[in-house]
């Protein structure tokens, strides 16, 4: 397997008023195609890691390497977990923005920015703004705009989480359609076990708040996954492994209110 | 406003002096040396010595006009301009009650013309047809007089010349880069404009024995209290008799003096010409009518149409009784 | 506040109640509603202090040298139209006004992106910029007749530093203080250079831009009404200033008025292009009703 | 039963650009104590209902009512979607906003506002501004808000989507200690019908937007319930009879291209 | 923009790479030489430019009439603060503009808070204050004069209305733009009244009000100085006014010097009270880097 993305021995630590150690020598690699979930307590630094590999903060000790094959353009794109879409643009104008930065005809971004408003149900919001949107539809907006640029690796942070079940479905579905015909790599952060099974590759656990990697699971179902197979024992059986690693690590920061 | 309001019932006694402390507020535009009578005559305690308490404030002009009309100030030291007219055509209980300074023949105060117009030649007075001429007060100030008299003299009308308000600090330099042609220029700004040989004075700011400021009085002392604005202007007569003769700026004591009032150092002032101080108060002849024909010349300024006669203008019981005493 | 009203219900208890009010029963007629009540008040407060003034001035209880009745300074208004005084007066006017408003906001808008985009230009600029604001423009204003002549174009100048630092000023503070999230998302779509400046910046600052540009026009009217007032045979200012000197109250007034009512239109101009440029931001929707 | 919350023929249409229809003929008794969850397609119109009853929003037609035993207190507090904290705040300044409109002594404040920073893992950060915290801590900061009230009804527009499975799970469990506690009455908007079946004793559907009520489900279990539950056949029975429900709304909608 | 930095990997595909900076290494030295070189660049740039004017002064590359040399300038200003002038000048200055800049501010801040939250006063007021804010101030001096008489008063008056006006319409702009769901977030807690002003209201708008302190401090330099050259014998704007009337040029540039000083030192303050007023706002980190 080709590496796509190598972690080093990354630490983060944020500075100011009280500096907090988000990251600790977290080492990790993701090859070519793989499907990556990242799972951990809230506020272990999962932002923290895809932030870095998108290139917006720097790490304060280690390397973040990403390969990218195209020559020029930039590997990756991002569904930020706070959306982070343009109150100025429309819902059309805020997907568009994601080809700013590539050389593309503009007949093919209109295709699609056509395409993935309609697979979000967005269509008939096209000339909406966002203040006029509810919370699912803005994080819709942010999930089209990243898929749209149909990124080498395309990182997500809580991608579905404002999103009714049903819709999470179709999307999870989607996804992983687009991630099997284009073999692109995709890290994922969610805090759903289930979620994470169905779609991941591998699963990598992280530990409370410095963020280390605790565990690196790789998920034995074969690929197309169906949802039915949340039925199977090994399903639960995998669940109740991350379950009971990630209760450890929650209960640990909980006690110390340390979070 | 009512007689004890302004300085209360004093009258004049056998001395000359008030009976009463009396304290005046007057106005000047800025503390300079054509405005140095009353600030040196309070300096060197001539209203005291007649029992006045003059307080001097700096104000502009157009500012403390309504202030003196309204009796909120006494007196103010100015020049006779087209508002001082308007304001007593309007009913305004205004008036001119004495002279001030007048140049002398060597101060390098007047018209001046720039060296860029004249190109080497004499100078004309139909040169200035159709250019900009900087004047501080625009064309409502006194100045306008001996101006509209030398385009006279040459056939020129005023309406032929462009007049722009300008200070006179300000046309030194528009004058040395072209930009106007002729301005009124004031001590010690001449220094300047000749050390460049950029312009050239082709006439002084008035005619002959015109005075350069005028005192102005409104209704306190005009009507609720005359004998302390004969008082006033006699303490005034006297600094000028006393102190102001002759070329006093040539007098290190005095200069000193003078120099501390102003917050001027005593070697700028020393570069400047004394002005002449009259001993016998009187205004020019056809002082009132001929300002009105110089302004008349242009058509919106005088909002009047009857000429005012010279009492209108001018109340003389102040002069009159300060040359006799 | 809260769009609930309370009462009792039936048990006794204490209900809050939500219903649909005017606005949800009939949205098209309380808006008219809304726009005609709005307007009304804007005319009606200037006009009761006018009329209150007019009163003042007949009973004598205002000396009408220094403040003439509204009445006379309207019927000297329609002959300063008529002879067409008041019509070239405000043509010189406007012309410096817009000239030095436009150029010195769009240099001042461009200042305030590069010292905010820059912490280099930033250090080196700021404080200069800063004590450079504060020196007298009228001081200057000689040293412009020195460099540039009588004319235009000292005014036009001087309106456009007016203009130019509060310019700067809302700029760079707009910039300085653009939530990280906007920053971030460009950069994660490699959206660099002018097209992050379109798509991103300029309409994050823009807001605080206008609110800049509205307190820039007040600004630069007074400015080119004050340079008119020392320099000059023409303009609005001079005339203000002119009449006041030949002792005019009422042309005086005129000036004044005309003065004011530039500026509001001017301001008004500023609020349209704000509803036009800006059609997300919440103070769009709150000035319409 | 007391009714507590009585909404009675609701309808709400944003006028604007583009008017939406957001909710049409809504119905709902929310009884005194009751735990009711509300679940739907995304844009539909949940967060609408909630703001409505919480008096932010008028609708456009019927009433909304909500009775009060306190005769001054408004019965209502609420944990918005978007968390709407204070950026001027530090977590502490944020979590004791709640009690400015209510008249209670400091020392009681004091001691809430410990309790839930502790509650909810956020002791250490209670001096930092939300610019420092990570999503999940910020939805825990707009959580701790509005439970640190007590209010008579408890609004709650998925507040626990952010959150990681671990903590989510904590948080269900305090949550209905307190309602068992205190009984209170709750309106819970989540998009997991696991945890709508977990916490409510009714699930309200609703329809694609228009928002219409399209099910009133009575859950069956008792309480004490424990997470063990969700392993009972007729736990997935039940998430299996509104999953079926909700799948026809969103296609619809999806289809339509119109949410 | 972008941490990242790209290069080629082993297999010759493109690798961008994040890695720790200097800020990251060593966060005190970074943030050490980075303060370092903000205060170097701030007075180099100033120095630079005066020792450029030095020299072109002695070779006569300018008019030293007016504008002398710095070093002139200097001189003049030794003496000046010798005798005692620049001081009692400064005094007087600083005053009337300290007591017009913070009583104009309040009134303006207040005026504009009751504009934002009363839809009522905005649409009957606003207008008005619209085309007052461009009526000129120096036009107004007189009325002014007459109204309360010559002194301190007056000044005070046109150093507060010149504020009051960028005080309510930056207030005023700021509360129309507030996000919606902070007044809900009050609203659903039932904070209401003076403590809603406090918790949520003023806090939002609070760095906008210091952008619109920051332009305000400027202008109401400007405005105490023009006001000086007109009326009155004392402060640093009659010093500037007196000393170009006698053509002393290096007299007027210790005044205008003076001025500038001031207007910086304000405006540092202003930047100041702002990082501590306002310490969640981005520009809080931004200016100290
Ligand atoms: N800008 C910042 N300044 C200071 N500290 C920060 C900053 N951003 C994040 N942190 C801290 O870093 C830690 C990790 O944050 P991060 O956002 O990466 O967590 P997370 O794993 O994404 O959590 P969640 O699941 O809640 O989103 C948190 O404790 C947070 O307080
Ligand atoms: N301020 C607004 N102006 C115009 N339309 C709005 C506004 N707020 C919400 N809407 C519309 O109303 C509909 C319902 O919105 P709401 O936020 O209630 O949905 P929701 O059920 O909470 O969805 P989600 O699960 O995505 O949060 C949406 O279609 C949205 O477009
Ligand atoms: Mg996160
Ligand atoms: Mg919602």
């Given at each position: 397997m080709v590496t796509k993305i190598q972690i080093s021995e990354v630490g983060k630590r944020y500075e100011g008023r009280n500096p907090v150690e988000?990251?600790?020598d977290v080492t990790l690699t993701v090859d070519d195609s793989e499907f990556v979930c990242l799972v951990g307590p809230s506020g272990c630094g999962k932002s923290t890691l895809l932030r870095m590999i998108m290139g917006l903060h720097r790490p304060s000790a280690g390397t973040v390497d990403v390969f990218a094959d195209d020559p020029v353009l930039p590997p990756t794109a991002m569904v930020f977990q706070d959306y982070s879409i343009f109150p100025w643009k429309t819902v059309e104008q805020n997907v568009r923005?994601?080809?700013?930065g590539r050389r593309l005809p503009r007949a093919e971004c209109d295709a699609r920015v056509d395409k993935w408003l309609e697979r979000l149900g967005l269509s008939q919001f096209r000339r909406a703004y966002p203040a006029a949107l509810s919370g699912g539809m803005r994080q819709r907006v942010s999930i089209a705009r990243a898929l749209a640029v149909e990124p080498e690796v395309l990182l997500m942070d809580e991608p579905f989480a404002a999103l009714d079940a049903q819709l999470r479905r179709v999307l999870q579905e989607e996804l992983l359609a687009l991630w099997q015909q284009d073999r692109r790599t995709v890290v994922f952060v969610t805090h759903s076990l289930e979620e994470a099974i169905l779609l991941g590759d591998r699963i990598v656990v992280m530990s409370a708040r410095p963020g280390r990697i605790i565990a690196d699971i790789r998920v034995p179902f074969d690929r197309p996954r169906s949802p039915q197979i949340r039925t199977a024992p090994e399903f639960a059986e995998l669940e109740g492994e991350i379950w009971a690693q990630l209760r450890d690590e929650v209960d640990r920061s909980l006690v110390g209110g340390a979070r | 406003g009512s007689p004890e309001a302004s300085g209360g019932g004093a009258t004049i006694g056998d001395d000359g002096k008030l009976t009463e402390r009396t304290e005046l507020t007057i106005a000047i535009p800025g503390k300079q040396l054509p405005i140095l009578a009353p600030i040196m005559a309070k300096a060197w305690k001539k209203f005291d010595e007649r029992n006045l308490d003059v307080t001097i404030e700096t104000l502009a002009s157009d500012e403390a006009f309504p202030l003196l009309a309204t009796g909120k100030l006494d007196g103010i030291w100015t020049g006779p301009s087209v508002g001082l007219f308007n304001a007593v055509a309007g009913g305004a209980d205004v008036r001119m009650v004495s002279p001030g300074n007048y140049l002398s023949e060597e101060s390098g105060g007047g018209i001046w013309v720039s060296s860029a117009l004249l190109n080497g030649r004499e100078f004309e007075p139909s040169m200035l047809r159709g250019k900009k001429f900087a004047s501080s007060q625009g064309n409502t100030g006194t100045s306008m007089v001996a101006f509209s008299q030398l385009l006279e003299s040459g056939g020129?009308?005023?309406?032929e010349v462009e007049i722009v308000t300008m200070s006179a600090s300000d046309a030194v330099p528009a004058l040395e880069n072209g930009s106007i042609s002729g301005a009124i220029v004031q001590e010690p700004l001449d220094v300047a404009l000749e050390k460049n040989n950029s312009a050239v004075r082709v006439?002084?700011?008035?005619?002959?024995?015109?005075?350069?400021t005028t005192l102005l009085f409104g209704p306190s002392l005009l009507r609720d209290n005359p004998d302390a604005g004969k008082v006033f202007v006699a303490a005034l007569r006297s600094t000028f008799v006393d102190k102001l003769q002759g070329d006093y700026l040539a007098d290190p004591e005095r200069v000193a003096d003078i120099a501390e009032q102003l917050e001027q150092p005593v070697e700028t002032l020393q570069q400047s010409t004394s002005d002449l101080y009259p001993t016998e108060l009187s205004f020019p002849d056809e002082y009132v009518a001929t300002h009105e024909q110089v302004w008349r010349q242009?058509?919106?300024?005088?909002?009047?149409d009857e000429p005012l006669t010279t009492e209108q203008v001018i109340d003389t019981q102040f002069m009159d009784w300060a040359n006799e005493h | 506040m809260s769009d609930r009203t309370t009462g009792t219900g039936d048990d006794g208890r204490r209900r809050w109640r939500v219903q649909p009010g005017q606005q949800e029963r009939n949205p098209r007629a309380f808006a008219r509603r809304r726009r005609l009540e709005r307007r009304l008040l804007g005319v009606l407060v200037p006009v009761v202090l006018l009329v209150a003034w007019e009163l003042c001035a007949n009973a004598g209880l205002i000396d009408t040298r220094f403040f003439p009745a509204p009445s006379q300074i309207g019927s000297t208004a329609v002959d300063m139209i008529g002879n067409g005084i008041l019509l070239t007066d405000l043509t010189v006017t406007v012309r410096v006004l817009l000239i030095g408003l436009v150029s010195g906001f769009v240099v001042g808008t461009v200042a305030g992106l590069l010292l905010g985009l820059s912490r280099i230009a930033r250090a080196a600029l700021e404080p200069l910029l800063s004590a450079l604001y504060t020196i007298p423009k009228l001081a200057v204003l000689p040293l412009l007749l020195l460099i540039f002549g009588v004319g235009e174009l000292p005014k036009v100048i001087l309106v456009g530093l007016g203009v130019f630092f509060i310019a700067w000023i809302s700029v760079l503070e707009a910039i300085l203080d653009l939530p990280g999230a906007y920053g971030e998302a460009a950069t994660a779509f490699d959206v660099r250079g002018w097209r992050r400046m379109r798509h991103v910046t300029l309409p994050a600052v823009l807001p605080q831009v206008l609110v800049g540009l509205r307190i820039s026009v007040g600004n630069a009217v007074l400015i080119v009404v004050g340079v008119e007032f020392v320099s000059g045979d023409e303009g609005i200012g001079y005339r203000i200033w002119n009449s006041w000197s030949i002792f005019a109250a009422d042309r005086m007034y005129v000036g004044i008025v005309v003065v004011a009512l530039l500026g509001y239109l001017l301001s008004l101009l500023v609020q349209l292009l704000s509803r036009v440029c800006v059609p997300w931001a919440p103070s769009t929707a709150a000035r319409r009703d």
């Open positions: 988000a990251l600790s923005f994601g080809f700013e | 020129v009308g005023v309406d006439s002084p700011q008035f005619p002959d024995g015109w005075n350069n242009w058509p919106d300024l005088l909002t009047y | -």
